[in-house]
Structure formats: structure tokens, C-alpha cells
């Protein structure tokens, strides 16, 4: 079963920049369209980005112009996908995870992001 495996986050100050990875344990369809979730202390998973196979792009409101996803999945490389998060708010602060937009595949245990001075 394709596992999906986040890292990058950490504590950072407002303004900071983080660039969090994801990476496939196997090759996946490169059709899936991928995105990127966070879910914030009681509150629900929500997606922040996604990227189709063309390499279209939607963002949630709050991180436009702050976030970019994006994707490597050439040849047959395994799926990475990748969100640089620059300006960061305290608001962010949240556990990250991606998955296709369908969530396909179970949830990784994400990695934190931590946004406060």
C-alpha cells in the first residue's frame, strides 16, 4: 500500500519561510491530482494547495502569494511533492499533510508546522 511521508516542518517566527516535502513509497499514478492539507488544534483537515498533472494550481485564500506547491514525478521517478511556505503566519501553525485531492491513499503522520515568536 503506497505510504506518504512529510517532512520539513519545525517552530519558526512569523515572517519565516518553511519548504515542506512529501514523498511516495512507490510509484503513483501521474494523473492524481496531489495537494497539500493542514489541520490546525480542533479544528478540520482542510486542503491549503493542489497541483494537477499539468502543474495547475489552487490555493487556499489565506496562502495565496505566500505558498507554492509543486511536483516532481518525471520519468519514473517516485511523486514528490513539495510546498514552500514563505511569510508565515501564526495562523498556519498546524500539521501538514498531502495527499491526492481524492485521498486515495491513507494519511501520512504529517509533519508540524509551528508558527510563533
Known amino acids: 500500500q503506497v505510504q506518504l511521508v512529510e517532512s520539513g516542518g519545525g517552530l519558526v517566527q512569523p515572517g519565516g519561510s518553511l519548504r515542506l516535502s512529501c514523498v511516495a513509497s512507490?510509484?503513483?499514478?501521474?494523473?492524481?491530482?496531489m495537494a497539500w492539507y493542514r489541520q490546525a488544534p480542533g479544528k478540520q483537515r482542510e486542503p491549503v494547495a493542489t497541483i494537477n498533472v499539468n502543474g495547475d494550481q489552487w490555493y487556499k485564500d489565506s496562502a495565496l502569494g505566500r505558498f507554492t506547491i509543486s511536483r516532481d514525478d518525471a520519468g519514473n521517478a517516485k511523486l514528490a511533492v513539495y510546498l514552500q511556505m514563505n511569510n508565515l503566519r501564526p495562523e498556519d501553525t498546524a500539521f501538514y499533510y498531502c495527499?491526492?485531492?481524492?485521498?486515495?491513499?491513507?494519511w501520512g503522520q504529517g509533519t508540524q508546522v509551528t508558527v510563533s515568536s
Open positions: 495527499n491526492t485531492r481524492s485521498v486515495n491513499f491513507p
Open positions: 512507490e510509484i503513483i499514478n501521474k494523473l492524481y491530482t
